[in-house]
């Protein structure tokens, strides 16, 4: 059986498909080219990223017997659709929770810290104004801060982990579960250590009117989670971090926030209108910029690879 992986795969993921007998393709094929590719190459399997789009036409016009996905979202995807034609849709919602959470904090740590603006300004006024630049960029330790997170799923969990494990206060909000519930959480440690601990689930409002910092972990969806009058209840001094799906927030009213001192800093690694984000946005020097980068550590691609490969395995057995 043929494996198309149009938007790569790892080599671990490729060699465990290889000795189960599969034949993986790891040609990149132009979005337009793909289905004149899958029907003339008896395509049975394609496995994505967020680059490829596998739509209600595509789906009709071609022999698939599964999708892939390697990472959470399945907004590329008509994944009911697929499901009615008999078409499987996997993904690989754990293998890059940690990397994305990192990058949250990268993100988090450089926005109390200034660093986003410091790079952008220490080549220009670095050599003529460098005490000047040194007395703006005051910043704020995150210990002893509340970061909120809404969407408390894999990704969710694994940022409120790192937030406990620097000693960061975390309350939650999330569909699952209940206001004032107490949801259990192991944090891991070097040496096999665990520690058994509890964070508190609190209403969106809540969450919005007490954190000093603001994470989303949430699919994508209609309607914003955080618009122009969500901004309105968080303090003027929160940070805000979107690592999980543009079009979540609404980028113009964080904009005009920004300016407008309603906020102290956002950043932003997904955008509704990818690939080009608008250059108002991208200009902003509150923001901390990122290009979809969230999964894009050597050791998610492993484990997303080794993943999808146990997935397809399972699914369709050893091919002779």
């Known amino acids: 059986m043929k494996i198309l992986a149009n938007d790569g795969v790892s080599q671990s993921g490729v060699k465990k498909l290889e000795e189960a007998g599969f034949e993986v393709i790891q040609t990149k094929v132009?979005?337009?080219?793909?289905e004149n590719y899958l029907n003339e190459n008896d395509i049975r399997i394609i496995l994505?990223?967020?680059a490829t789009e596998?739509?209600?036409?595509?789906?009709d016009a071609c022999n698939l017997q599964l999708i892939g996905r390697g990472g959470v979202g399945l907004d590329n995807i008509d994944v009911n659709y697929a499901l009615e034609k008999g078409i499987s849709v996997i993904n690989t919602p754990a293998a890059s929770s940690r990397s994305v959470a990192e990058l949250v904090f990268a993100h988090l740590f450089g926005g109390v810290r200034f660093l986003h603006q410091a790079n952008r300004e220490m080549p220009l006024e670095g050599e003529a104004n460098f005490k000047k630049l040194k007395k703006g960029f005051k910043g704020r330790e995150l210990k002893g801060?509340?970061?909120?997170?809404?969407?408390?799923g894999k990704i969710g969990r694994e940022v409120a982990k790192i937030a406990l494990g620097i000693g960061m206060k975390v309350v939650i909000?999330?569909?699952?579960?209940e206001e004032n519930e107490e949801v259990p959480l192991e944090l891991e440690f070097a040496g096999n250590q665990k520690i058994k601990v509890n964070v508190k689930s609190v209403s969106k409002e809540n969450l919005l009117k007490t954190a000093d910092f603001v994470s989303l972990h949430v699919p994508a969806q209609k309607d914003y989670v955080i618009g122009a009058e969500e901004i309105k209840?968080?303090?003027?001094?929160?940070?805000?971090?979107?690592?999980a799906r543009g079009g979540v927030v609404d980028e113009v009213a964080l904009d005009i926030a920004l300016d407008e001192r309603r906020l102290s800093f956002a950043?932003?690694?997904?955008?509704s209108a990818e690939p080009k984000p608008p250059v108002k946005l991208l200009m902003n020097p509150d923001i901390s910029l990122s290009p979809h980068i969230g999964g894009s550590t050597d050791e998610?691609?492993?484990r997303i690879g080794v993943e999808l490969a146990d997935q397809i395995i399972a699914k369709f057995g050893k091919q002779k």
Do not use: C, H, W, Y
């Open 30 to 34: 132009a979005q337009n080219q793909l």
């Open 48 to 50: 994505v990223r967020s």
């Open 54 to 59: 596998i739509r209600k036409d595509l789906i």
């Open 145 to 152: 801060k509340t970061l909120g997170i809404l969407g408390f």
């Open 173 to 177: 909000n999330d569909n699952n579960t």
């Open 233 to 243: 209840i968080m303090k003027k001094s929160a940070g805000l971090i979107n690592a």
């Open 267 to 271: 950043a932003l690694d997904v955008f």
């Open 300 to 302: 998610a691609q492993e």
